[in-house]
């Protein structure tokens, strides 16, 4: 069974912006995590988690969300989520994750949030 996520990175002055796109459940986490693994976060540097294309999200994906949360807390860095889909932001708000997780229209907007914060 072939399972559709899609995840690219790339590097911005504020830090690394991992986009996800498709499904990310069980079957797709263990792949995002791994990627997570692989990113280098400076103390100071801010993760965006850009999640615009996710069309489902699981528990898993939550989970995997927080393991983002822990890797940027454990390099002394912060996360932002971007362009979270409407289903995905209930879900947050329901389970109190929307307190954790700031939450920006776009990545850009998370990256001038962080010039912002860091001036």
């Not at 995002?32 to 699981?58: E, H, M, N, S, Y």
């Not at 969300?65 to 989520?81: E, G, K, S």
């Not at 995905?88 to 920006?104: M, Q």
């Amino acid at each position: 069974m072939t399972q559709h996520l899609t995840l690219s990175t790339r590097t911005t002055a504020a830090g690394p912006v991992m986009e996800l796109a498709g499904e990310l459940d069980h079957h797709t986490a263990p792949r995002v995590r791994d990627a997570l693994a692989g990113l280098a976060l400076r103390p100071g540097q801010q993760l965006v988690v850009d999640l615009k294309g996710i069309t489902f999200c699981d528990s898993s994906g939550l989970t995997v969300l927080i393991a983002a949360r822990n890797h940027a807390l454990a390099a002394d860095a912060t996360i932002a989520l971007a362009a979270v889909p409407e289903r995905l932001s209930r879900i947050l708000g329901i389970t109190g994750l929307d307190d954790v997780f700031p939450s920006h229209p776009t990545a850009q907007d998370a990256e001038h949030a962080w010039r912002t914060a860091s001036d």
